[in-house]
């Protein structure tokens, strides 16, 4: 009889070994969508902070080669045609083009506290959320938080034809 239990338990035992096994092998190997990092959050916030003047929700087109923003002010006033190269980022996590939408005050208000020189970590494991990581570089605590993923309508607009290329120039000019 005891011989019995003993073989019952080392069958349950292996079942659940296999199951969890298999199981965690699942979770690990289902990554993120998408994610980025970078050592420079500032530009990043600067760049939601001039956002946040023109737009209150913007759609961005995650692709292979960047992260692709294209959007109008409500008056169809001001038009943003801006792209954000895979090159320019630490880590470039890419598994399949996604298009989200973005609520652009509460993006700003989340990298608002960002620092020169912070790293930051811009992750979608799933469809609803954009989880937002950064971490001061002094070493101190760093902030995670997580901004709702809105379904996005896409604009179709035509770019201006005929500007040469920029001019840059000092602020203080």
Known sequence: MFSDFS??????????FFYLKNHLLTIKMSG????????????????TETLQNCVKQ?????REHGVLLGTMDSKGYIL?????????FLIYHYTEDINIGININQFYKTLKSIKKKDTLK????GKDFLHVNYMPKDGGRGI?????ISPVQSIEFVLPEGY???????SDQ
């Open 32 to 47: 993120p969508l998408w994610k980025i990092k970078t050592t420079h959050g500032f530009i990043m916030k600067i760049f």
């Open 7 to 16: 073989f019952s338990l080392n069958i349950v035992s292996n079942f659940l």
């Open 58 to 62: 913007a759609c961005f087109l995650i």
């Open 122 to 125: 811009l992750i979608i494991r």
């Open 144 to 148: 995670q938080s997580k901004i709702p």
């Open 80 to 88: 943003i045609d801006s792209i954000l190269k895979r090159e320019n």
């Open 164 to 170: 040469g290329e920029p001019i840059i120039t000092q």
